[in-house]
């Protein structure tokens, strides 16, 4: 099982230089592979959004447990399409954790 999942969208700084990284963080996870994947959509729910994914293989902790983690590079313009981010963590037939980031919820600061 994994226990806890997080995802991060990009900084300010990173977009102003034109790009948009996201990150998903998965811990606690046994056995050791499962895999990360990611689903954007736009505003309205109807179309997706492709980035460039890199994933790390699973990184044996010291309570025995795996952790993961996978980025997503999108265009600062894509970003700004973005309505929603999914990071979803399947192991075999089961997929059992969705973090989901709105961009909206993040500081437009």
């Known amino acids: 099982h994994i226990l806890a999942q997080t995802v ?4 300010n ?3 102003e230089q034109g790009k948009a990284t996201l990150m998903c963080v998965a811990n606690k996870g046994f056995p050791s592979d499962w895999s990360l994947s990611w689903k954007t959509s736009d505003s309205s729910g109807s179309s997706s ?3 460039e994914e890199s994933r790390t293989p ?13 980025t997503l590079t999108l265009t600062a313009d894509q970003w ?4 929603s981010v999914t ?8 997929s059992l954790v969705s973090e989901i980031l709105r961009r909206d919820q993040c500081s437009q600061s």
């Open 87 to 94: 990071c979803e963590a399947t192991q075999g037939s089961q």
């Open 80 to 83: 700004g399409k973005v309505g």
């Open 49 to 51: 959004i492709r980035g």
């Open 8 to 11: 991060l969208g990009p900084s």
């Open 58 to 70: 699973g990184v044996l902790q010291n309570d025995g447990l795996y952790s993961w983690s996978s």
């Open 13 to 15: 700084k990173e977009l």
